[in-house]
């Protein structure tokens, strides 16, 4: 089962039985999101020129076929909208049974039932009001990066964005409600902090074995939800940090996940430039920092959002770094492997 | 007939052949190539028709818009910006 990494300069295929890096595909080009689902394996690309392109390959990357790009429709003329209806950047890819999903910049979700040959606007989505107002966090933007499927009835679909909130949906997509009722962002005046639509969730991951479980990585801390996402409460016994970008969960033990906590936001690096992830395994009541393996000096790795993954054993994890650093564990982050300091920015790790 | 080129950098990711078309636009003549090259059309403008934000048009060596005209013996350079990479 291969470890796919996506970075800014390529996708890299790493060999897990033997931990090793095999020659780079589209090496130059900013691979944006991968997606191993149903045979194929998925690459978005965000080509500095020519655009957002989506490429399939059906023998694990050694033949590639470009697909059509998701599309934004034309802006409607009377439209009071800010946001450019053009695709910035694909952020993330999901796949369920025979449906695709993808995540988009500048905020929209869109939907594949041909393996990615073609892709349409969720318009239940895109055409809510609340949408008009959400912003940017990172980007230019804002931005659909985590889609959550729930693994016994694909119906339900949850999407967070930086920044808009979480939405949710129990109809396969046609209908969506504002499911971050309890997260908050002191950051913010206070009569908004709680506004459910502005909440900037940098991540997150639903637990395959509880799906009403919920972990959200949030500009503002740590959250979690036992409800199916109908409330969250803040998960105050993080540590080092509160602030941070990615996060995993178990996918047998819905009280088990890992966060890489950094330095609150103003300068985004691990505090005082020692990489560590933090582990829970009492569904956040308290956490280990786990150091053994990483750099420990002089360490200045962010891990963004899609830089942390977990295997289906729960056992093996794969971190990557802005700096280019990729590490595994094989015994659930007690220890970590370096198996490259060198790989160009990295943006997203994933276990096929 | 219009020459468009395109830029040796664009080879990398799709093909895209120069050719001479007839128009009189620098948006017919573009138009004109992707009806036989349709492959190349999402690389040169996004969604909504309008030029990428990275990509630049020449016309006989001057920066040029879609709308500009173009002479019989024009020749159309599309290349990339030095921003964007």
């Known amino acids: 089962m291969p470890l796919y990494v996506a970075t800014r300069k390529g996708l890299f295929i790493v060999d897990t ?8 595909h589209f090496l130059g080009d900013p691979v944006s999101a991968v997606l191993a689902h149903d045979g194929a394996l998925y690459a978005a690309l965000n080509l500095g020129h020519f655009g957002v392109k989506l490429r399939r390959s059906e023998d694990g990357g050694e033949h590639w076929q470009e697909l059509a790009a998701p599309a934004y429709p034309a802006k409607p003329e009377d439209s009071a909208d800010k946001t450019p209806w053009k695709l910035a950047q694909i952020w993330t ?9 993808a995540g988009t910049i500048p905020g929209g979700l ?3 039932r041909d393996r990615g040959e073609s892709w349409s606007l969720v318009r239940g989505l895109w055409d809510r009001k ?7 966090g990172g980007y230019d933007h804002p931005g659909i990066h985590s889609i959550c499927i729930h693994p016994r009835d694909a119906r339900q679909v949850s999407v967070a964005v930086s920044c808009g909130g979480v939405w949710q949906s129990g109809d396969g997509g046609e209908t969506w409600r504002l499911a971050a009722k309890g997260m908050s962002a002191d950051y913010f005046p206070p009569e908004r902090k709680h506004d459910e639509n502005i909440q900037d969730v940098h991540r997150m991951v639903q637990s395959p074995s509880r799906p009403d479980v919920y972990y959200a990585q949030h500009h503002n801390g740590v959250f979690r939800s036992a409800d199916g996402a109908a409330s969250w409460q803040e998960v105050t016994a993080i540590a080092p940090s509160k602030f941070g970008f990615a996060t995993a969960v178990h996918p047998k033990d819905a009280d088990t996940a890992w966060f890489v906590p950094a330095d609150k936001d103003e300068r985004r690096l691990p505090l005082e430039a020692k990489l560590v992830v933090a582990r829970t395994r009492d569904g956040g009541q308290s956490f280990e920092v786990l150091r053994r393996g990483l750099p420990q000096e002089h360490a200045y790795d962010l891990v963004y959002r899609h830089g942390l993954a977990v295997d289906e054993t729960g056992e093996r994890l794969a971190m990557g770094s802005t700096t280019g650093g990729l590490w595994i564990s094989e015994d659930a982050g007690d220890s970590w492997r370096c198996l490259s300091s060198h790989l160009p920015p990295i943006y997203a790790v994933r276990f096929a | 007939m ?5 830029t040796s950098h664009l080879q990398r990711h799709v093909s895209a052949a120069d050719c001479k078309v007839s128009a009189t636009t620098v948006a017919a003549a573009l138009e004109a190539v992707f009806r036989s090259q349709p492959q190349a059309r999402g690389y040169v403008l996004d969604e909504q028709g309008e030029l990428r934000k990275h990509v630049f048009l020449f016309v006989d060596g001057r920066r040029a818009a879609l709308t500009d005209p173009v002479r019989a013996e024009s020749a159309i350079h599309v290349l990339q910006a030095l921003t964007g990479g």
């Open chain 2, 2 to 6: 219009p020459r468009v080129v395109f």
């Open chain 1, 110 to 112: 869109f939907r594949s």
């Open chain 1, 130 to 136: 609340e949408r008009t107002e959400w912003f940017g």
């Open chain 1, 93 to 101: 890819l999901e796949g369920a049974g025979d449906t695709l999903w």
């Open chain 1, 17 to 24: 039985r033997r931990w090793s890096l095999a020659r780079p």
